[in-house]
C-alpha cells in the first residue's frame, strides 16, 4: 500500500533551518510529482510547495519563496524540504502528498521559536 513517511522536523530558532524528509514506498515514486503542505495549530491545509516527476519543475507558495527548497531524489523515493531562514509563523505540522492522489504522510512537526 502507499506508504509515505515524514521526519526531520523538530525545534529551531527564528532564522534558522531544517530539512524535512518524505520517505515513500507502495507506488512508482518516478510516475508522481509530490506536495508538501503544512498545518498550523488551529488552521486549515495549506499548500506549500510541489515538485513534478522528474525533479524539473517546482512550485512554490507565496510564503515559502525564497526560503525554501523542495527537491526528490528518485533513487531513493524521497521528497525533501530544505527551509532556511524559519519565522515563527512557520510553524506547523508538515507532511508530504503525492500527486496525484493526494495520499499523505502522518506528519513532522516544525517548531520555530523566536
Known amino acids: 500500500q502507499v506508504q509515505l513517511v515524514e521526519s526531520g522536523g523538530g525545534l529551531v530558532q527564528f532564522g534558522g533551518s531544517l530539512t524535512l524528509s518524505c520517505a515513500t514506498s507502495?507506488?512508482?515514486?518516478?510516475?508522481?510529482?509530490m506536495d508538501w503542505f503544512r498545518q498550523a495549530p488551529g488552521k486549515g491545509l495549506d499548500w506549500v510547495s510541489q515538485?513534478?516527476?522528474?525533479?524539473?519543475?517546482?512550485l512554490y507558495s507565496d510564503s515559502a519563496k525564497g526560503r525554501f527548497t523542495i527537491s526528490r531524489d528518485n533513487a531513493k523515493n524521497t521528497v525533501y524540504l530544505q527551509m532556511n531562514s524559519l519565522k515563527p509563523e512557520d510553524t506547523a505540522e508538515y507532511f508530504c502528498?503525492?500527486?496525484?492522489?493526494?495520499?499523505r504522510g502522518q506528519g513532522t512537526q516544525v517548531t520555530v521559536s523566536s
Open positions: 507502495g507506488f512508482t515514486f518516478t510516475k508522481y510529482g
Open positions: 502528498a503525492r500527486v496525484p492522489g493526494g495520499e
Open positions: 515538485i513534478s516527476s522528474d525533479g524539473r519543475a517546482t
